[in-house]
């Protein structure tokens, strides 16, 4: 697999420029239903940039706003200093990758990637090498006289990704171009779109409801939820930072403990919480956001950098590599702490029935307002 991923490094480079992306004020209606909500964004020049979201939540509304193949009902996008809003598809100069490959099936390998530089008026001469030049970049030399029925699904994904790029566009856009692959050849392609745009330099928006797809290939994430968005930034600063209770359980696993926020602090009951974090003051709720990776079960003479909960093991769920253990807390809640079973001593997990103490370290400890 890794071997596979590192040859894209060493093949024929396709060079481009970029162009940063401006969002504002987007807004989409259809009836009465906001599919887009006055949305604001910056796409960086030559950044990866995902929007990640369940469904429903507008990522690919967006998407489709800024290829052209839909109309705001107003707002602004801007490639660069150019207004592109009214402009048709064709004419914005992006690539696209679509969720089945949008491939023509009676067509060979090479018509298929040569189709987006014929309708650009490319000789005949240029057509040919610049088709050679993206098939080496994808790995796929020799594949040109093909069928695409005689391609693999990653094979064909390759395809789609070379058609998308043999023009060299300054943008990227990608909506869910690996959902139809198995988990290996998904976390492969995964690295290689990485690499790949590395190389290539082109900004890239990629569309997905897969949180560790995104965690794995974005230099930032957009959020949306309901046709807004939630929260961006880099994929760490999301999943240790997240700003509100709907982000930080989409982005994993997550309990939450209702806090009270007081002038010395927040507390749990009538515990006082170490933390350094800081939720926005006017919401209806504050919680405290509890990862299964993040709880530990705490010794006592371990607890001086500790938020510490007591309560009582009801479950423990072999998983593989770890072990996730379900804890009722004396308070009435049910947590998760999971365990890596390669770092820790068997003998010395909890078993069912056992009184414990789950700890949160202080550097750990993140406070989000509540829905």
């Known amino acids: 697999m890794h071997t596979e991923a590192s040859k894209c490094v060493t093949s024929t480079k396709i060079h481009t420029s970029s162009l940063p992306i401006t969002i504002s004020g987007l807004t989409k ?12 964004l910056r796409i960086k020049s030559g950044e990866f940039m995902t929007l990640l979201g369940p469904s429903g939540s507008g990522k690919t509304t967006l998407l489709m706003a800024l290829a052209g193949f839909i109309r705001p009902d107003r707002g602004s996008v801007k490639f660069g200093d150019e207004e592109v809003i009214m402009k048709a598809p064709h004419l914005r100069g992006v690539g696209m990758m679509f969720q089945n490959y949008a491939l023509f099936p009676h067509m060979t390998v090479e018509a298929n990637i040569a ?59 990608m909506d869910e171009p690996l959902s139809a692959l198995d988990k290996n050849l998904r976390e492969l ?35 949306l939820r309901n046709g807004k968005i939630a929260q961006v930034d880099t994929s760490e600063a999301l999943y240790v930072a997240p700003q509100s209770e709907f982000v930080a359980a989409f982005m994993g696993e997550s309990s939450f403990l209702t806090v009270e926020p007081k002038e010395s602090g927040y507390f749990f009951r009538d515990q006082k919480l170490m933390t350094d974090s800081v939720a926005e003051p006017v919401a209806s709720r504050h919680l405290l956001v509890l990862r299964p990776e ?26 593989g590599e770890s072990c996730l253990g379900h804890v009722r807390l004396a308070s009435g809640e ?29 550097n750990e400890t993140r406070i989000v307002t509540g829905e």
Do not use: W
């Open 334 to 362: 049910l947590v998760q702490v999971r365990r890596n079973l390669r770092e820790s001593n068997k003998s010395t997990l909890p078993k069912v029935g056992d009184q414990v103490i789950v700890g949160l370290h202080r």
């Open 189 to 223: 392609m995964q690295l290689e779109l990485r690499t790949m745009h590395e190389r290539l330099g082109m900004t890239t928006v990629l569309v997905t409801h897969d949180q560790r797809e995104a965690l794995t290939m974005s230099d930032r994430i957009a959020v």
């Open 115 to 173: 189709y987006p530089l014929k309708i650009r008026g490319e000789d005949r001469n240029t057509v040919k090498e610049k088709v050679g030049q993206v098939l080496e970049t994808v790995q796929l030399a020799g594949y040109g006289s093909r069928r695409i029925s005689e391609l693999s699904g990653g094979q064909r994904q390759r395809i789609a990704l070379a058609r998308a790029i043999v023009f060299k566009p300054k943008i990227l856009l």
């Open 294 to 319: 993040q709880l530990e079960f705490i010794q006592g003479t371990e607890r001086a950098h500790y938020n510490c909960f007591e309560g009582t093991v009801e479950r423990i769920l072999f998983q």
């Open 29 to 40: 209606t259809y009836g009465i239903v906001s599919a887009l909500s006055d949305v604001e």
